[in-house]
C-alpha cells in the first residue's frame, strides 16, 4: 500500500538545520521493510523522514494511527522494538532513539499494517461504546471463553517469554537540590543551586539539554537559544557537585522527598557493552526538588482528528526544528492559541505548503499573528475543523465557521496541525500529594500548594515565557540551595530574549460532531463516549475513568485526560475546578520490570548463605537444596553419578544406612547460635524458656522450648552453659534470625534492668553432627589434645574444648537423630580442616557424609518435631511435651496457656502415620479425614506435618502429624488426603517415635 | 519508601528496619499478678487510629535497637522517633 | 602434655570465588580479602567508661596500637586486627572483668576492602546511605545494609577506601554481586 506520497530516500529530511548528524547515516527497519536514518533522530523522526506515517493500529477499533507527538507523551506510535529476548512491547516511537540495526514491528494489526482484518471493530463501534465489556458480558455464562478472544482483538503488543539477557542496576543517591527537567527553566536552577556549592542532581529525559528550545527558534542574547545551553552545559560539567544525567526519567515521587528514575543507560545501542547495565534504577533522596518538567500539548477533538497526519503543533516544529523532518507537504494548522501562528512560520520557513491556520478563536491580533500575516500565511478566524477526508493518511479536511454563518469548505493537506494549549506536568508534584489548581487564564491545572520539599517552575507552573521561565529557575535553584543550607550569590541576569507578544488561549475541547471524535488516543475514547458516561449517570471523573478507561492506557491521558473531564465539566453544566481530575500516579512513564527487579534476579533474587564447608559438599556430590537463604547439602552423589530419582534414593538410604550402623557428618551450620554472657543470663534464659534453665549446670547442655507471648510454640534447641555467666544457645535454622530479634526485644525494651548481653554468633562457627554407633571411636581417633570423650568424660547433654587437626573446638553430645552423636563447632574459617580431619578418621568405619534428606527421614523416624510441626498453630500439649512446661516460675506465653482454645480436647495432637498397605507414601500437607468419600466440606481431624517417603530403618514410609484427639486414636485408620493431586492413603495412626523409644542408641 | 531517625544511627530507609509492633502496649509488669484479661488485651487488642500512631521498629540491619517512632498512618509522615523509653511528641 | 598440631591457615569465604576472577589490568575498583581477628565488646552505655580502649562515638571508628575500633550500635564495638591471636585476651583484659561481654567474632565476620576510583559507584548500588565524602568521611562507620545483607562499612585513609565486614556466610555472594557490578568500570580481586 503505497500512503500517497513519494517513497524515497529521506524524501521528507530538510536539506540543513537540526540536531541530527547527516555524516552518520543509520539503517533500520520497519514491518520488515529498510529504511536509513541519522544518528540523532528518534523511530519516529526517521519514520516520517522516509514518508511513514501510518505506524499503528488502534487499541479497540484498530483505526488507523500514525505519529502524533514528538514525546514521552505518545499515545498512538506504540511499537514492538528489537526480537527474540530483547523484543519489548509498546514502545514510544517518538523515544526510541535510532540506531543502527534498530528492528521495530507495528502491533496490534493482523495480517498487516495498511489491511487490518480487525477494522470492522471500527464499522461496528456502535456495539464497542463505553461501557461495552460491563453490559455485555456482566452474569453472561461462558464468559471466559469471550474474554480470551475479545482481549486477544484489543490487545497491545508481545511481550517476550524469553529471559531478560540483560543486566539492571540499582543506584541509590542522596544530594540537596534535585532538578527534574532539563529545559530552560530547569538548566537555570542547576545553575544557581550548583554555584552555591550544594549537590545538585539534574535529570533530563531525553538525549541532551535544553528542552523545547531544541524544538524551538527561540533566541537568548542574540544568538540560537541552544548556544545558551551548550554554555551552561558546560558550566554545570565544571561544577564538582553537579552531576547531570541525561536519558534519565523521573517517574515518580514517593514519601520523604525520594524520587524513583530509570536511566536508559545503553536503551539507544543495538546491545548494552559488555558488563554495563541496560538500565539504571535511581533512588534519589533530595533535600528540596525543582520540578521543571514542562507541559504538554493536547489536541481538539474534532471528526476523525485520529487520522495519520494529524499532528500536534508543538510535535511538528521538533521535527522540522530538532530532526530537520518536514512531517507533511501542505499543512492546516487549527489552534485555540497563539502556537498555531508559531507552528505555521515554522512549517513555511521548512519550506512547508501552510493552507491556513484555523483560529477557534473570534478574531484579534497579537504579534505572532502579524507575524504570519506579513509571511502571507492565510488566517481563518473563529472556525474549526469539521471533517477529516482520508482513511490510511490525511488527504485533505473541512473547514467551517463555529458560529454556523457558513457551509465547510474542503482544504487538501496531509498534515494537520493543532494546538488546544498546554497542560503543565504536574505528575510529580501530584504524587508528592501537592494540591492542583485551575488557572482560567491558562485554561490549565497548575500546581498548587506542595506537601513535600518541592517546588515547580517554567512551564510546569503554567509560566510560558522563555525569560520568565529562566527567571523563576534562577530563582528556584537558589531558594532551594538556601533551604538545604548553602547562601547564594545574587541572582544572575536573566539573558535578554526575543519573544513576540501573545493574545490569551480559549478553551475549546471539542468541534465538529460525529462518532469518532477523539479524546483518549490510545484507549479510542470519543466524546460520545464521555456524553454516554453522563447520561449514565458516572459523572464523576474517578467513574468516568473507569467506565470510559479514559486515561488508562500507558500513557496515563497525557494528552487526553483534561479534555475528558472538561467535556465531563461542560455536560455537567459545572466549572472545571468543581468536577476536578483524576490523580496521577507512579511511573510518570513506563518503566520495565527489570529496573526494578535490579541485580536481585536468578541466583541472586535473595542473598545467597552459605557454610564454611560449602566448597567440600560442592567438591564431593552434594546436591544442594535452599533452606531460607542457606544452600544445604540434601544428599550427595558418588562421583559420576548422575542425579535422578534412583540415585537420589539409593544416596539416601546408603547416608540413613550409614549413620544407624556406622557413622555419618551432617553439616548444621545453619542453626542459629546466639551467645550470652552476664549475671542475669540464667535468669533471661529462665523467662525465655518454658522448662526451666536455672539448674543446668557449667559443661551442661539442655533441651529448651520457648513459646510467643501468644502460648504458641515458637522455637526449640540446646542451650549450653560454657561458663558461670556464660551460654550459649541454638535455635532452628528457620528461627535463628527471629529468636535472636525477641531476645533484643526483650533485654532492650520489656527487661532492661537485666544485666545480660546477647549477640548472634552463627557465622562464627562450623557446625557439624558426627552421628552414629561409632561416632565416639571416630571422634576420639581425631582429637589432637587427648581429651577424654568417653561416656563418663562426656556423658550425653555434656559439653566440652578439645583440639581437632589443631583448632580449637567446642563439642556438645547432643542428637537429633537419635544415634550417638557429637555436635562439633569449629571457627568457621577453620571449619573444612575440621570436617576433613573428621572424615579421614571415620575413613574406617566408611563414614558417609549425610545431608538434609537423610537427617530428616531420621528426625522423623525419632519422632523429633522441627519448623515442621512447630508452624506458628501449636501448643506444648499438641507436641505432646506439655510436661515440660515448668510449673515453677513465669515464662514467656504462660499467661495465655489456660485459655480455652488451648485446653480444648479436640485439638489435633502430634501422632506417627504410616500407611495401611505398608507402601504407600504419605504426602506431606495432606488433610486428615474420615471417609474421604464424604461429601465436600467434610470435617477435618489434622493435617499430615512431615513425611519421610522411605525409612530405611523402619522399613516402609511413615510420616508425622496432627490429628484431633491424638494418641487417644492410637491403632485407628484414617485418611490422608491430598485432593488438588487426587491422592487418598489410608493410614494407621501410631506413637510418634518409630525407632528406639527409649533412647538406648544416644545414651550408648 | 519512608525515612526513619535512628537514635543511633541516624536517618535511614525503612528497608533497613523491620516493623515490631504497637508501642502503646505494655507487657504486664508483674506476669503473675497479671489477669487472663490483662493478657488478652496485651497479646491480642490494638486501636487502630486514623493519624498519629506510636511504633516500634527493629533496626535490623543497622543498630539492632529497637526504636520507637510516632507515625501518622494516614500521610506516612514520620513524626519523631527515640529510644523505647522516650516519651515522644509530634514536631521536627 | 601431648603435641599440638598448629593452626592450620585459615580459610578464606572468597578464596574460590577470587580464584576464579579474573583481573582487569586496569581496575576502577579494586576488592582486597583481608584475614582479621576481630573481637566484639557489649556492655551497657554506663559501664563503657571501665573499658580501657579509645571507644569511638556511635557512627565512628578510630584507629589504635595497630587496632581498629569501630562503633556498631551504643554500647557495641567490634575491634579487628591482622595476625592477632593475642587480640581475644588484650581486649577482654581490657575489659576490667565483667564489665563487658568479649565475644570472639574473628571468623563470623569476613572482611573485604573496597577501593579504587569507583569503589563508591559500586556501593551505591547496593546500599542506601549516603556514602559522599560530606556525609561519610574518613573514619566514619555505618552498620547498614549492602545487597540485602546486614554489613558494618568503615571508611578508611584515601581517597576512597572502604573496609566492609560481613557474616561470613553472606560474604561470598555480596562479593559476587561487588564483581559482577564492577566489572563495568574494571575489576580486580587480590586474597
Known amino acids: 500500500m503505497i500512503l500517497g506520497r513519494l517513497k524515497g530516500v529521506n524524501a521528507f529530511r530538510l536539506p540543513t538545520g537540526g540536531e541530527i548528524d547527516r555524516r552518520r547515516a543509520l539503517s533500520f527497519s520497519f514491518d520488515g521493510k529498510s529504511y536509513t536514518g541519522f544518528q540523532g533522530d528518534t523511530l519516529a523522526s526517521a519514520l516520517l523522514a522516509n514518508g511513514v506515517t501510518l505506524v499503528g493500529r488502534s487499541f479497540k477499533y484498530h483505526r488507523p494511527r500514525g505519529i502524533f507527538t514528538a514525546g514521552p507523551e505518545e499515545p498512538n506510535a506504540l511499537v514492538e522494538l528489537r526480537q527474540g529476548a530483547r523484543r519489548e512491547p509498546n514502545t514510544r516511537a517518538t523515544m526510541a532513539e535510532l540506531f543502527h540495526g ?21 464499522l461496528a463501534g456502535r456495539f464497542l461504546v463505553a461501557g461495552f465489556y460491563y453490559k455485555t458480558f456482566m452474569g453472561f455464562p461462558g464468559w471466559h471463553f469471550y474474554e480470551q478472544r475479545i482481549r486477544a482483538a484489543a490487545g497491545m503488543g508481545r511481550g517476550t517469554v524469553e529471559p531478560d539477557p540483560d543486566r539492571y542496576e540499582r543506584m541509590s543517591a542522596h544530594c540537596d537540590v534535585l532538578i527534574v527537567g532539563g529545559g530552560p527553566s530547569g538548566l537555570a536552577a542547576a545553575l544557581t543551586a550548583g554555584r552555591s556549592g550544594a549537590r545538585v542532581i539534574l535529570v533530563e529525559e531525553t538525549d541532551g539539554l535544553g528542552g523545547r528550545l531544541r524544538s524551538e527558534r527561540e533566541t537568548i542574547a542574540g544568538r540560537p537559544a541552544m548556544d545558551w545551553v551548550a554554555r551552561t552545559r558546560q558550566e554545570l560539567d565544571s561544577l564538582p557537585e553537579v552531576q547531570t544525567l541525561t536519558r534519565t526519567t523521573a517517574f515518580g515521587y514517593y514519601d520523604d522527598n525520594m524520587i524513583g528514575a530509570v536511566e536508559r543507560v545503553a536503551d539507544h545501542m543495538p546491545v548494552p557493552p559488555d558488563h554495563v547495565p541496560r538500565q539504571r534504577l535511581w533512588h ?132 494537520i496541525a493543532v494546538s488546544g494549549g498546554w497542560s503543565p506536568a504536574v505528575h510529580l508534584h501530584t504524587h508528592a500529594l501537592g494540591a492542583i489548581e485551575w488557572s482560567e487564564g491558562r485554561a490549565a491545572f497548575v500546581p498548587g500548594a506542595a506537601r513535600q520539599a518541592h517546588a515547580s517552575v517554567g512551564a510546569a507552573r503554567g509560566t510560558y515565557g522563555l525569560a520568565s521561565s529562566i527567571a523563576e529557575g534562577f530563582e528556584a535553584g537558589a531558594a532551594a540551595a538556601e533551604a538545604a543550607g548553602f547562601p547564594t550569590a545574587s541572582r544572575p541576569e536573566v539573558p535578554a530574549t526575543d519573544e513576540p507578544g501573545q493574545r490569551p488561549i480559549r478553551a ?69 475546578p468543581q468536577v476536578g481530575t483524576t490523580r496521577f500516579r507512579p511511573p510518570y512513564t513506563p518503566v520495565a520490570m527489570g529496573a526494578f527487579a535490579g541485580g536481585d534476579r536468578g541466583r541472586h533474587h535473595a542473598p545467597v548463605r552459605r557454610s564454611a564447608m560449602h566448597d567440600w559438599h560442592a567438591a564431593n556430590g552434594a546436591v544442594f537444596v535452599e533452606a531460607g537463604h542457606w544452600l544445604r547439602p540434601q544428599y550427595y552423589l558418588a562421583e559420576g553419578t548422575p542425579d535422578g530419582k534412583a540415585a537420589m534414593d539409593a544416596a539416601i538410604t546408603g547416608e540413613v544406612r550409614a549413620v544407624r550402623h556406622a557413622v555419618g557428618l551432617v553439616d548444621v551450620s545453619t542453626l542459629g547460635k546466639i551467645d550470652i554472657q552476664g549475671p542475669d543470663a540464667a535468669e533471661l534464659l529462665n523467662r525465655l524458656y518454658a522448662n526451666g534453665f536455672k539448674t543446668l549446670a557449667v559443661g551442661k547442655a539442655r533441651y529448651g522450648l520457648m513459646l510467643r507471648e501468644d502460648g504458641i510454640v515458637h522455637d526449640d534447641g540446646t542451650t549450653s552453659r560454657l561458663g558461670e555467666h556464660h551460654y550459649l544457645m541454638t535455635t532452628t535454622t528457620a528461627h535463628a534470625g527471629d529468636v535472636m530479634a525477641q531476645i533484643e526485644w526483650y533485654l532492650q525494651v520489656v527487661w532492661p534492668e537485666l544485666d545480660a548481653r546477647a549477640c548472634s554468633v552463627t557465622d562464627q562457627w562450623a557446625a557439624m553432627a558426627l552421628a552414629g554407633p561409632k561416632a565416639r571411636d571416630v571422634l576420639a581417633a581425631a582429637i589432637d589434645d587427648g581429651t577424654d570423650v ?215 | 519508601m519512608i525515612r526513619i531517625t535512628c537514635p543511633h544511627c541516624g536517618p535511614r530507609d525503612q528497608d533497613e528496619f523491620s516493623y515490631a509492633g504497637d508501642a502503646t502496649k505494655t507487657r504486664p509488669a508483674d506476669p503473675a499478678a497479671a489477669s487472663a484479661a490483662d493478657w488478652h488485651d496485651y497479646v491480642y487488642l490494638r486501636d487502630n487510629p486514623a493519624g498519629p500512631h506510636l511504633e516500634f521498629w527493629h533496626h535490623v540491619y543497622g543498630c539492632r535497637h529497637y526504636v520507637k517512632v510516632l507515625r501518622d498512618v494516614t500521610s506516612h509522615a514520620v513524626l519523631a522517633s527515640g529510644r523505647p523509653d522516650e516519651t515522644l511528641e509530634a514536631g521536627e | 602434655m601431648v603435641d599440638l598440631a598448629p593452626l592450620p591457615p585459615r580459610l578464606s569465604p572468597f578464596a574460590a570465588l577470587f580464584a576464579a576472577t579474573a583481573n582487569d589490568p586496569n581496575p576502577g575498583v579494586t576488592l582486597s ?66 564489665a563487658a561481654a568479649v565475644v570472639d567474632q574473628g571468623h563470623g565476620r569476613s572482611c573485604l576492602r573496597l577501593s579504587g576510583p569507583n569503589a563508591r559507584d559500586l556501593l551505591v548500588t547496593g546500599t542506601g546511605i549516603d556514602l559522599h565524602p560530606r556525609a561519610f568521611a574518613v573514619d566514619d562507620a555505618a552498620s547498614t545494609a549492602l545487597f540485602h545483607v546486614a554489613a558494618i562499612l568503615d571508611r578508611r585513609q584515601g581517597s576512597a577506601t572502604f573496609d566492609l565486614h560481613m557474616a561470613r556466610s553472606y560474604a561470598a555472594a555480596v562479593a559476587e554481586r561487588l564483581i559482577a557490578g564492577g566489572r563495568q568500570y574494571g575489576v580486580a580481586v587480590t586474597s
Not at chain 1, 528492528?103 to 470492522?120: G, H, I, K, Y
Not at chain 1, 471524535?517 to 458516561?533: C, G, K, N, S, Y
Not at chain 1, 473507569?546 to 500513557?555: A, E, V
Open chain 1, 102 to 122: 534498530l528492528e521495530a514491528t507495528s502491533q496490534n494489526r493482523w495480517p498487516s499494517l495498511a489491511f487490518d482484518a480487525m477494522e470492522v471493530n471500527d
Open chain 1, 284 to 415: 534519589i533522596r533530595a533535600r528540596r526538588v525543582v520540578l521543571a518538567t514542562g507541559a504538554i500539548e493536547r489536541h481538539i477533538a474534532f471528526p476523525d482528528n485520529d487520522r495519520p497526519g494529524v499532528m500536534l503543533a508543538s510535535a511538528v516544529r521538533s521535527y522540522i526544528n530538532r530532526f530537520a523532518v518536514r512531517p507533511g507537504r501542505r499543512a492546516v494548522v487549527v489552534a485555540n492559541n497563539d502556537d498555531g501562528y508559531r507552528t505555521a512560520l515554522d512549517l513555511a520557513a521548512a519550506g512547508v505548503e501552510v493552507m491556513r491556520v484555523v483560529d477557534t478563536r473570534p478574531a484579534g491580533t497579537s504579534d505572532w499573528r502579524v507575524r504570519c500575516e506579513a509571511a502571507g500565511i492565510d488566517i481563518q478566524d473563529g472556525a474549526a475543523v469539521t471533517k477529516v477526508h482520508g482513511r490510511l493518511a490525511v488527504i485533505g479536511c473541512d473547514i467551517a465557521p463555529l458560529d454556523g454563518s457558513d457551509r465547510p469548505r474542503f482544504e487538501p493537506c496531509d498534515l
Open chain 1, 508 to 576: 475549546i475541547w471539542a468541534t465538529g460532531d460525529g462518532k469518532k471524535r477523539f479524546v483518549d488516543l490510545q484507549d479510542d475514547v470519543t466524546v460520545d463516549d464521555i456524553a454516554l458516561a453522563h447520561r449514565e449517570g458516572f459523572v464523576s471523573v474517578e467513574h468516568l475513568k473507569r467506565y470510559t478507561t479514559l486515561g488508562m492506557g500507558t500513557d496515563q491521558g497525557k494528552t487526553s485526560n483534561i479534555i475528558g473531564h472538561a467535556l465531563m465539566a461542560e455536560a455537567r453544566g459545572e466549572p472545571i
Open chain 1, 790 to 1004: 568417653s561416656d563418663g568424660a562426656l556423658p550425653f547433654m555434656g559439653v566440652t574444648t578439645a583440639r581437632i587437626a589443631g583448632v580449637p573446638v567446642r563439642i556438645f553430645r547432643i542428637s537429633f537423630s537419635g544415634e550417638l552423636s557429637y555436635e562439633v563447632n569449629a571457627p568457621a574459617d577453620w571449619g573444612t580442616h575440621v570436617w576433613e580431619a573428621l572424615m579421614d578418621a571415620g575413613e574406617a568405619h566408611d563414614i558417609r557424609p549425610y545431608g538434609t534428606e537423610a537427617m530428616g527421614i531420621m528426625r522423623i523416624e525419632k519422632g523429633h518435631v522441627t519448623h515442621a510441626e512447630l508452624d506458628g498453630r501449636v501448643t506444648l500439649d499438641d507436641t505432646g511435651m506439655g510436661r515440660m512446661a515448668s510449673s515453677k516460675k513465669w515464662f514467656v506465653g504462660r499467661g495465655m496457656l489456660d485459655k480455652p482454645a488451648f485446653t480444648d480436647p479436640d485439638r489435633p495432637k502430634l501422632v506417627g502415620l504410616v500407611p495401611v498397605d505398608g507402601r504407600t507414601r504419605i504426602p506431606a500437607g495432606a488433610i486428615l479425614v474420615e471417609d474421604p468419600a464424604a461429601a465436600v466440606p467434610m470435617g477435618k481431624l489434622g493435617h499430615v506435618s512431615s513425611s519421610a517417603y522411605l525409612s530405611p530403618t523402619v522399613g516402609h514410609p511413615i510420616a508425622l502429624g496432627f490429628v484431633s484427639g491424638g494418641l487417644e486414636r492410637k491403632g485407628q485408620t484414617v485418611w490422608a488426603v491430598f485432593p488438588l493431586r487426587k491422592l487418598a492413603v489410608e493410614v494407621t495412626i501410631t506413637d510418634p517415635v518409630f525407632v528406639d523409644p527409649q533412647g538406648d542408641r544416644l545414651r550408648g
Open chain 3, 33 to 98: 580479602a583481608r584475614s582479621l581477628d576481630q573481637v566484639q565488646i557489649d556492655c551497657a552505655t554506663d559501664r563503657a567508661d571501665r573499658i580501657a580502649l579509645p571507644l569511638p562515638a556511635p557512627g565512628r571508628a578510630v584507629s589504635h596500637d595497630g587496632m581498629r575500633l569501630i562503633s556498631l550500635a551504643p554500647g557495641r564495638w567490634i575491634v579487628v586486627k591482622a595476625d592477632a591471636p593475642d587480640l581475644f585476651d588484650r581486649v577482654r583484659d581490657a575489659c576490667d572483668g565483667s
